[in-house]
């Protein structure tokens, strides 16, 4: 965690702006002791002492905490942003950054690994009910680079929630944008005799597959100035569910077939 309450004043203070002579620094969900860390190779950040109990204490890694870093100062720079604040904590869930962008309330999320779907839509609906739009970030991978991509369960999500589109950190506010079109997937032909003589064949046709998507990115897109809120109804198709939510979406237009 890249914040925590300096105890003397219960100041929110950021881990890069602090002294180990501060201490002793608590954690703002469960009020047990944090300790500060400053090394030349990490971000500065704070950890709970063992054992860990808080969800805010299960750590995060170095990309995690370099991209809520990345689009906090980003987005410090802007001056249509307001209230921005690192690791809002809004009881249900702690947004990563929280801002009023062009006036609209955004809590931003960066995917963890072991977030479940449930996970997210649990504070996806929580922020509904708060009147705060949610952006889920995921960290980018070098397979979204290839033809041939599976799609784990919370970007299967993200696509049916954001009308066919996932958002991936890149750098500061900068974030790509991309579409999972279908996958063809060629079937061979085949020849082969069944034990009476007769010849048989199969296959020598396309077939779309189940798990793998195409992916098609769109232009980078800004954070202060590439988005809108748009509200979606609930909404359910296959294995996927999306409660009533406001999400933050980007504004180009549509770049797939």
């Known amino acids: 965690m890249l914040t925590a309450l300096r105890h003397f004043n219960q100041v929110k203070v950021l881990a890069r702006q602090s002294e180990k002579a501060d201490a002793p620094f608590t954690c703002p969900t469960c009020t047990?002791?944090?300790?500060?860390?400053?090394?030349?190779?990490?971000?500065?950040?704070?950890?709970?002492k063992p054992p860990v109990t808080c969800a805010r204490g299960k750590g995060e890694t170095e990309q995690h905490l370099r991209a809520k870093l990345g689009i906090y100062d980003a987005l410090a720079l802007e001056p249509n942003v307001m209230d921005l604040e690192l690791e809002k904590d809004f009881g249900i869930s702690v947004a990563d950054v929280y801002a009023r962008i062009s006036g609209t309330p955004v809590a931003i999320e960066i995917q963890r690994s072991k977030l479940s779907v449930a996970d997210i839509c649990a504070r996806t609906a929580n922020y509904y009910k708060l009147g705060i739009a949610v952006l889920w970030v995921g960290l980018p991978?070098?397979?979204?680079?290839?033809e041939k991509y599976s799609p784990s369960a919370w970007e299967r999500w993200c696509h049916a929630a954001y009308f066919g589109r996932v958002y991936y950190w890149d750098s500061g506010q900068v974030l790509r944008a991309v579409h999972f079109g279908a996958h063809r997937i060629y079937v061979e032909s085949t020849t082969w005799y069944e034990s009476g003589g007769n010849e048989r064949s199969a296959g020598g046709y396309e077939r779309i597959s189940k798990r793998y998507k195409t992916p098609y990115a769109g232009v980078p897109v800004l954070l202060s100035r590439s988005f809108r809120l748009a509200r979606k109804t609930a909404w359910i198709g296959g294995t996927v569910a999306v409660p009533q939510c406001l999400l933050y979406v980007d504004i180009q237009p549509k770049w797939w077939k």
Do not use: C, P
């Open 32 to 48: 047990r002791e944090v300790v500060l860390h400053k090394g030349n190779i990490r971000a500065h950040h704070f950890k709970h």
């Open 141 to 146: 991978d070098g397979e979204l680079s290839r």
